[in-house]
């Protein structure tokens, strides 16, 4: 079954930096898009960036120019680069793959947990 694994996550304090990733068991290429969101405690999954095929991307407006999200085909893998992090940023990211109309096609995997504390 498709799925990602993501990894990366940690404790940084206010105005820090985490890279975050997530690795596919399949070719994230034949997918339109990679999805990154997030999900604080208690709330829905969040949107926070896309990543197309073609490298297109588009972040949610709280996190453009602070988030950088990137791809690597040959391994399977997609990056965040977070920078200028916030407590409200506080959550747990995860990835998805997307159809041609953005809708997930992957089931939800545990994602990795990034803490924005003092």
């Known amino acids: 079954q498709a799925q990602f694994v993501e990894s990366g996550g940690g404790v940084v304090q206010p105005g820090g930096s985490l890279t975050i990733s997530c690795a596919a068991s399949f070719v994230i290429a034949e997918y339109n898009a990679i999805l990154w969101y997030r999900q604080a405690p208690g709330k829905a999954h969040e949107w926070v960036a896309t990543?197309?095929?073609?490298?297109?991307?588009w972040y949610q407006d709280s996190v453009e120019g602070r988030f950088t999200v990137s791809r690597d085909d040959a391994k399977n893998t997609v990056t965040l680069q977070m920078n200028s992090l916030r407590a409200e940023d506080t959550a747990a990211y995860l990835c998805?793959?997307?159809?041609?109309?953005?809708?997930?096609?992957?089931?939800w995997g545990q994602g990795t947990q990034g803490t924005v504390s003092s």
């Open positions: 990543i197309t095929r073609h490298g297109t991307t």
């Open positions: 998805n793959a997307a159809d041609k109309n953005y809708n997930t096609q992957c089931p």
